[in-house]
């Protein structure tokens, strides 16, 4: 939209939508609720034979681990010392019920994707949808993750597509915030 003094006016966008994915998500529930695991490299997932890595700590990751790899794989990769565990599922539908209930608190239009990721639906509700506010929104959300959840942290992604919000999400993690609303 072009006004007569040369300005450009900023249109409202139609649509706005936030990705959110937690870092790591089963090997950080793992080291927040045991101490003696921060700071070490964590696999979550099968632990026998034919076992695949469900969640490699970004500390695992260093060597070369990552999610669906064979669990023997990421055994050769991983120094002595790694703990490889099978996973306490209620544990992380406990953390993820807190985060997804912060999500709907910004929109009613949440779709959880997994366990662990969802985009919401922001130009649903009553938001900032500037460059600014957008910014704002992301970053506090994140620091109320991190609270309610006892340490766990996410990346956040905001635009105006499902699309461009997970790639956005994607560039900065861990725990980071992306906005391509805007560019």
Do not use: N, W
């Amino acid at each position: 939209m072009s006004h007569g003094d040369g300005h450009r006016a900023e249109a409202t966008p139609a649509r706005m939508i936030l990705h959110l994915d937690l870092d790591a998500f089963f090997a950080a529930v793992e080291q927040r609720d045991k101490p003696s695991l921060r700071g070490k490299p964590v696999i979550v997932g099968g632990t026998g034979g034919r076992g695949v890595v469900a969640t490699a700590s970004y500390e695992a990751r260093v060597f070369g681990a990552r999610s669906a790899m064979p669990t023997s794989e990421a055994r050769r990769k991983c120094p002595a010392g790694t703990a490889f565990l099978a996973g306490r599922f209620g544990a992380y539908r406990a953390s993820s019920a807190v985060v997804m209930e912060l999500l709907r608190e910004l929109s009613d239009l949440v779709e959880q994707v997994s366990i662990d990721e969802a985009y919401v639906h922001l130009a649903a509700a009553d938001h900032d949808l500037s460059a600014a506010g957008l910014t704002a929104l992301g970053k506090d959300l994140q620091s109320r993750v991190t609270e309610a959840t006892g340490g766990l942290t996410a990346a956040v992604g905001i635009a105006s597509s499902k699309m461009m919000a997970k790639i956005a999400s994607e560039l900065d993690k861990p725990g980071g915030q992306c906005d391509r609303a805007r560019q």
